[in-house]
């Protein structure tokens, strides 16, 4: 047999095997050679991407993939070329393609990455799809802190979990917020896609207290009282909810439309008005702002909808000197808030909190 035809004795091995489907992306890639050694190895995705790093062991025996996680739903060609003894070479070509996700998990991040935030806030991260595996997605999630704090996740559903502290955050705390979700199987086909990191600041300590039968507000910032304001809250029938809220967004002005809480057009109660200086505190629409219309009843009797009211010159005070994150305790009244109505994460006792009940 003339040499042009001889037969290599070089075999090849690869891992993932040919044609290999739903490969997981931190699979390990290896091209292994017997009766010879490597001269090379290229794997790219059939695409045409950039080739997979890696490196070769001693002898050229083995070639493996640099650590890190191959893209979802990809498919890969691997191309190898060894030698044996006798400088006999041999190719071999395989496929393999990676799992292919029914669905990606999209994260919502509250706070958003460079704010700062009041005392209060949560973190808080909001998926764009159920996840049937918590556990799996809570060992990517991290909150590290620039003092030592005590804190833990709890999950609100499958598709919402929370971090927050023992206590309300220290004033000047540094966090950041490390979601390493690329890679990560959160079960029945939604795969993480991509890592991704947030990082805030906690300012001054602003708790100000709300007493709903006395109709004042003490406003505090890192425990000193700044002002007492007298407002007016919710009357009978539309009572303002006792509880621990936090300040959701800021708003200079605001349409406050009757219909948006389930007051008809045409009712008795019914309005429409532009206000300013509007704070938002729970999703069902209760406000701090500013209500020259009732600055008569303000420090005397409860006439709004839910809303705490006070004059311009308070409003436009406290709006100025607030953020969302500032925490807000309302006490002396007779409705309780629903867990989920606003950032109510507070309402809930740390024994609770970690137990997820």
Partial sequence: MSAGLLRSAAQVSVAPGA???????????RVSAANGHLR????????????????YSAGALSWTARPGLLPLGTSFVVEAQAVDAAGQ??????????????????????PVDGQTVGVGMPVMIRFNADVPDRAAVQRALSVTTSRSIEGAWRWFGDREVHWRPREMWPPGTDVQVRLALAGVDAGEGVWGAKDRVVRFRVGD??????????????????????????????????ATRNGIKVIVSKERYRVMDSTTVD????????????VEYAMRLTWSGEFIHAAPWSVRH???TNVSHGCTGMSDGNAAWLYSISRPGDVVRYVGGTRGLESGNGYTDWNVGWDRWLAGA
Avoid: C, W
């Avoid at 070479?89 to 509250?110: E, I």
């Avoid at 007051?263 to 532009?274: D, H, N, Q, T, V």
């Fill in 40 to 55: 090379s190895v290229v794997v790219r995705s059939e695409t045409g991407g950039a080739e997979v790093a890696g490196t």
């Fill in 263 to 274: 007051i008809p057009e045409g009712s008795a109660e019914a309005y429409r008005l532009k």
């Fill in 298 to 300: 303000q420090g005397r």
């Fill in 19 to 29: 044609d290999a489907v739903d490969v997981r992306p931190d699979a390990e890639v």
């Fill in 89 to 110: 070479g041999k190719v071999v070509r395989t496929r393999f393609r990676t799992v292919v996700p029914k669905q990606t998990l999209t994260p919502a991040v509250t």
């Fill in 205 to 238: 300590a602003r708790v100000h207290t709300v007493d709903i039968s006395q109709h004042m507000m003490t406003v505090t910032r890192n425990g000193q009282v700044l002002r007492t304001i007298p407002i007016t809250t919710g009357k009978p029938g539309f």
